[in-house]
C-alpha cells in the first residue's frame, strides 16, 4: 500500500443542478453497517425542501417538453455513466449496507440495468398507456398519458442503490421532476448517483437529492402545495399514513409502501410508472 | 331583433309513477331504513316529490354484507361473459325505460328534459354498453394476463347528472367483477332507485348493486366501511379531501373526480359563431352544475368585444324556466342551498369590481332560478375566476399571446377539462400540449363519451372514468 493520504469527499446535497450543503449548515455522522465512521452528511432541512420543490418545478417545463426519445437517451447516459463508476458505488453499497462486495457488484448491476430498462419506457408509454376512442359522432378522439409533475420521492431505506434507483427511474420516465430524501442511514451511494447525474445531461432541477430524515422532511413534502405527487416507499408505517393524509390536502397522488421493503429486483412492469401519469383525452370535431 | 315566442311544449310526466315512498335497495330487496327519510324535492316547483328512506351505520353495514356475499358466492366466481350479459341487458332496459328515467331525472334534478333526454339517459345506457363487453375481455386491458376484481365498491355520486354518475361508477365496477355499495346524492336519489328496479327486471343477483340514498354521513359510513375494498367519489374538492384523508393508512384504493375551473380559450382566428355556441354549451349546459364547466372565458384580446357582443346576443335567445318543456334551454337551479352558493359568489364577483350581465327576461315565481350570468372585466385574482361557482355564471378574460392564454388557463388549482377555439391546426395542438388538464375539447366543449377516459389533473382528482384506462380503477394485475 502507498502511504499517500487519500483526499475523502464531501457528501452534500444536489440540488437544482448544484451541490450545496445543507442551508443550516447542519451534518449528521454516517457509519458502515459495523458503526464505523464514514462520513458526514448533510441534513436537509425544511427550506432544503422547498428549494429543491421549487428547482423540480422550474425544470419540469423542459423535461416533460422534451422528445421521448431525448428523455430515452438521457436516461440511457445515466447508465453509461454509472457502469464507470461502478467500482467506487460497489464499495458505498457494500460499506453501507454490510453485504459482501460481490453481492454489492450484483446490486450495482442491477441498478444500471434498471436505468436502462426505463430508458427504453420513454418513447413507448403513449402507444402502451394511450389509445385513439372511437367516439359515437364526428370527432376524433385520442388520450395520451402525460407526466403528474413534481413528485416527491422518499427513497428506500434498506436498499441503497438499487431501490433508490427503481423508485426514481420510473418517475423520470415518465416525464416528472423529482425531490428525492435518500435513505437515512445510508445515504452515500445516493450522493454519488448525484454526480452521476449531474454528468449525464440530466438537466438541473430534474433530480434533487436530499440527504437527511424523511420522518423530519416528508411532512412538509407531503403538505407542499407545489408537489403534486409523493412515493411513500421509505416511509415506516405510522409516518406513512401521517404523510398520505396530510398529502389529501392537496389531493396529492400516493403511491403507498408495501409493509415489508420489496425485493428490488423483481421486475417492476408498470406499476410504478402508472400513479405518476395523467391521462388527457383531447377530442377535435371532423369536418369539411 | 324580433323575438320568436314559442307555444309551450312541455313532456308529460304521466309516463313515470313517483311512488309516494321509496326504501333502500339491499341485497336485491326494498328494505325500511333506520336513518331519517328525506323528501326529494322538484326544484322547478318546489313540491314534494315523494319521501325517501336513508341508510344508517347498520343499513350501509348490511349493504356491504350484501355486496361481499354476492362478490364471494355469485359475482366473483360467475363466467365473464355471463357478467357481460347482465350489463348488456341492463343497457337494454335503459333504452326501453328511456323516457320515464329522462322524465324522473327532470322532475328530481331540474334540468331540461331535452338533455335528460337526449344527454343523461343514452349516455347512461352507452356506459352501460360499452362496459358489458369489456367484462369477458379484461385480459386485454393492459394490466396483465389475469386481472382480478377488487371486491366491493363504495361510490358516492353526485346531484348534477344522478343516473349517468351512477352509470359511470356502477358498470365498470361491475364489468370488472367487483360489486357495489352506491350512495345516490341526497337531492337526486329517484333514478337511483328506478335504477335499482331495473337490475330486478335484469335478474341481476341479488347483492351486486346494492342502493343506499341519504346525505353525507351515509356517504362517510360507505367510504370509511372496513369492508369496502375501494371508493370511488365524484363530488366537491372539499368532501373528496376528506375522504382522501379517511381512507389514508387503508389498503382501500381511492379514485376521485372533483371540481374544476375550466378555461374555454377564443383565439382570434376562431369563427365566432362556432365559438359562442361552445361557450353556451360550455357554461350553460345543465346550468352550469358541471364539473368540467368551461367557466372561464378567456377571448384573444383583439376580438374580446366582438365576441362577447356575439355571446350576450345568443344568450338572450337562451329560454329559462319549465324544465319539462322541451324548449327549454336552462332550467332550474337544483337546491336553495346551491342558489345561495351562486348568489354569494356572484356578489362577490361585483364588489370586487367585475361588471355583471343578465338578459332580460322573468323567471318563475316558484322553483329555485338563476338566470345565465356573465361577468367581463374580470381579473384573475377574483373569486369568480378562482372559486368553482357550479352554476350558469361565466367570468371573461383577454389574453394577447398563446403563453399569457396557456399561463392564464393553467393558473388555477383545478385541472379538469379546457377548451379551445382556433382554425390552425398546430396552435390547437401546441396549446393542447401544454394545458395542464384532463380533457381538452378543441372547437368543441363538453363531449363525452364512454369510450374516453375522463378525469382530473391536480386537485380536480385521480383516476379516470370511460375507456380502457378508466378499467384500472376496478382492477388489480400485475402490470
Same mark, same amino acid.
Given at each position: ?288 | ?29 326494498? @328494505?325500511?331504513?333506520?336513518? #331519517? ?10 313540491? $314534494? ?102 371486491? $366491493? ?34 337531492? @337526486? ?31 362517510? #359510513? ?7 375494498? =375501494? ?20 389498503? =382501500? ?9 375550466? #378555461? ?10 362556432? #365559438? ?13 352544475? $358541471? ?82 350570468? $356573465? ?48 382554425? =390552425? ?32 389533473? =391536480? ?21
Amino acid at each position: 500500500m502507498s502511504d499517500r493520504l487519500t483526499v475523502r469527499k464531501t457528501y452534500k446535497l444536489y440540488l437544482g443542478g448544484a451541490f450545496p450543503r445543507s442551508e443550516s449548515g447542519r451534518t449528521y455522522e454516517v457509519t458502515d453497517a459495523k458503526g464505523h465512521f464514514l462520513a458526514n452528511a448533510a441534513r436537509a432541512s425544511r427550506k432544503d425542501a422547498r428549494d429543491a420543490v421549487v428547482a423540480a418545478r422550474g425544470a419540469f417545463g423542459k423535461w416533460s417538453g422534451a422528445t421521448a426519445y431525448n428523455r430515452g437517451q438521457v436516461l440511457y447516459r445515466v447508465a453509461e455513466v454509472m457502469e464507470g463508476r461502478a467500482a467506487q458505488f460497489a464499495e458505498e453499497v457494500a460499506a453501507g449496507e454490510g453485504i459482501s462486495s460481490s453481492r454489492a457488484r450484483a446490486e450495482v448491476d442491477a441498478a444500471i440495468d434498471r436505468w436502462v430498462w426505463y430508458a427504453g419506457w420513454t418513447d413507448k408509454l403513449a402507444a402502451v398507456l394511450g389509445s385513439t376512442n372511437p367516439v359515437a359522432g364526428p370527432y376524433f378522439g385520442f388520450s395520451l398519458p402525460e407526466p403528474t409533475g413534481v413528485v416527491a420521492v422518499l427513497a428506500p431505506q434498506r436498499s441503497s442503490l438499487l431501490g433508490l434507483v427503481s423508485v426514481l427511474g420510473p418517475v423520470l420516465a415518465g416525464g416528472n421532476t423529482a425531490v428525492v430524501v435518500t435513505s437515512t442511514a445510508r445515504p452515500l451511494p445516493a450522493v454519488t448517483l448525484g454526480e452521476v447525474l449531474a454528468t449525464s445531461d440530466v438537466p438541473g432541477g430534474v433530480v434533487n437529492l436530499l440527504t437527511g430524515d424523511a420522518a423530519e422532511i416528508g411532512p412538509w413534502l407531503a403538505e407542499h402545495a407545489d408537489v403534486d405527487a409523493i412515493d411513500l416507499a421509505g416511509a415506516p408505517a405510522p409516518l406513512a399514513m401521517e404523510l398520505e393524509r396530510s398529502a389529501a390536502g392537496t389531493v396529492k397522488r400516493v403511491l403507498r409502501a408495501p409493509a415489508e421493503e420489496p425485493d428490488w429486483t423483481a421486475d417492476p412492469g408498470l406499476s410504478r410508472l402508472r400513479p405518476f401519469l395523467e391521462t388527457k383525452s383531447v377530442w377535435h370535431p371532423i369536418g369539411v | 331583433m324580433s323575438i320568436f315566442e314559442y307555444a309551450p311544449a312541455p313532456e308529460s310526466r304521466s309516463i313515470v309513477d313517483v311512488r309516494p315512498n321509496y326504501g333502500l335497495f339491499i341485497d336485491g330487496e326494498f @328494505t325500511d331504513g333506520t336513518g #331519517a327519510p328525506l323528501k326529494t324535492v322538484n326544484p322547478a316547483t318546489e313540491e $314534494v316529490l315523494s319521501e325517501v328512506a336513508t341508510g344508517s351505520d347498520e343499513d350501509v353495514d348490511r349493504a356491504v354484507r350484501a355486496a361481499r356475499r354476492a362478490f364471494t358466492r355469485v359475482w366473483g366466481p360467475m363466467r365473464p361473459a355471463d357478467r357481460g350479459k347482465y350489463l348488456f341487458r341492463i343497457a337494454r332496459l335503459l333504452q326501453e325505460r328511456a323516457r320515464e328515467f329522462a322524465v324522473l331525472e327532470t322532475l328530481d334534478n331540474g334540468k331540461p328534459i331535452r338533455e335528460s333526454r337526449d344527454v343523461d339517459v343514452p349516455l347512461a345506457a352507452a356506459h352501460f354498453f360499452y362496459h358489458a363487453g369489456w367484462a369477458d375481455k379484461l385480459e386485454h386491458a393492459g394490466l396483465g394476463p389475469a386481472p382480478r376484481p377488487l371486491g $366491493v365498491a363504495g361510490q358516492v355520486i353526485p346531484w348534477n347528472f344522478p343516473l349517468l354518475m351512477l352509470a359511470w361508477k356502477v358498470a365498470p365496477a361491475l364489468a370488472a367483477g367487483n360489486t357495489v355499495v352506491l350512495k345516490p346524492a341526497e337531492t @337526486t336519489p329517484l333514478t337511483a332507485l328506478l335504477f335499482a328496479e331495473v337490475c330486478r327486471q335484469a335478474d341481476l343477483p341479488p347483492g351486486v348493486v346494492n342502493i343506499v340514498p341519504g346525505a353525507g354521513e351515509t356517504g362517510r #359510513a360507505v367510504i370509511s366501511h372496513p369492508d369496502v375494498d =375501494k371508493v370511488a367519489f365524484t363530488g366537491s374538492t372539499e368532501v373528496g379531501r376528506s375522504i382522501a384523508r379517511a381512507v389514508a393508512g387503508t389498503s =382501500k384504493r381511492l379514485t376521485l373526480e372533483l371540481g374544476g375551473k375550466a #378555461a374555454n380559450i377564443v383565439f382570434d382566428d376562431a369563427p365566432v359563431d362556432q #365559438a359562442v355556441e361552445g361557450i353556451v354549451r360550455g357554461i350553460f349546459f345543465n346550468q352550469g352544475h $358541471v364539473c368540467c364547466a368551461g367557466s372561464r372565458l378567456l377571448v384573444q384580446e383583439s376580438v374580446h368585444d366582438d365576441v362577447v357582443a356575439a355571446l350576450q346576443r345568443r344568450i338572450g335567445t337562451l329560454r329559462v324556466g319549465d324544465p319539462m318543456d322541451k324548449n327549454t334551454d336552462l332550467g332550474a337551479i337544483n337546491s336553495a342551498e346551491q342558489l345561495a352558493r351562486i348568489r354569494e359568489l356572484t356578489a362577490f364577483g361585483e364588489t370586487e369590481g367585475a361588471t355583471c350581465w343578465q338578459p332580460e327576461g322573468e323567471l318563475p315565481g316558484r322553483g329555485w332560478w338563476f338566470k345565465p350570468t $356573465v361577468f367581463t372585466d374580470v381579473s384573475p385574482a377574483h373569486r369568480i375566476a378562482r372559486d368553482e361557482v357550479f352554476g350558469p355564471v361565466l367570468s371573461v378574460m383577454t389574453f394577447r399571446t398563446p403563453d399569457e392564454a396557456v399561463a392564464k388557463a393553467n393558473n388555477t388549482t383545478y385541472g379538469l377539462s379546457a377548451g379551445i377555439w382556433s382554425e =390552425k391546426g398546430s396552435r390547437i395542438l401546441s396549446v393542447t400540449s401544454k394545458l395542464r388538464a384532463g380533457v381538452v375539447w378543441a372547437n368543441t366543449f363538453n363531449e363525452f363519451d364512454p369510450t374516453s377516459p375522463f378525469g382530473g389533473y =391536480k386537485q380536480s382528482g385521480y383516476g379516470r372514468e370511460g375507456g380502457r384506462q378508466g378499467l384500472a380503477a376496478y382492477l388489480q394485475g400485475d402490470n
